[in-house]
């Protein structure tokens, strides 16, 4: 009998199941950051290049909100209203995208190292 923990599931989803996420390979990172956006919605992500995350659901179940310098699309289900992710507003080549590890089984987030970013003040991590 293996003792080992279960690999955590590369499959999440919103609240509701409309917007679904599969990653490529599981994150061994994580940010958390503490701008006004991402501590109001609580989100934690790790981050893969642009195109790599399969996202069903999106545009069609989606909204999105830009603001600041405008660079970034952060993404939400527009039936459940959970974040799903973020993107670049200008996809150039090498570009990546954020993605909400807490659409995702506790048990992948809790495999990862977070990292804490002082998104709100001086653009450093703080670990």
């Known amino acids: 009998m293996s003792t080992q923990a279960p690999t ?20 061994t990172e994580a940010t958390s950051c503490n701008c006004s956006l ?54 150039v080549p090498g570009a990546r995208h954020g993605v909400n590890l807490r659409n995702f089984d506790p048990g992948l987030l809790a495999s990862v190292s977070v990292r804490r970013f002082d998104g709100a003040d001086t653009w450093t991590f703080l670990d």
């Open 8 to 27: 955590p599931s590369l499959h999440g989803s919103c609240h509701c199941g409309a917007v679904r996420l599969t990653l490529p390979s599981a994150p």
């Open 38 to 91: 991402c501590r109001r919605s609580g989100v934690i992500c790790a981050y893969y290049p642009l195109g790599s995350v399969s996202i069903e659901g999106h545009p069609e179940h989606t909204d999105s909100y830009v603001w600041g310098d405008r660079t970034l699309r952060n993404v939400r289900c527009r039936h459940c209203g959970i974040v799903t992710h973020w993107e670049p507003m200008d996809p």
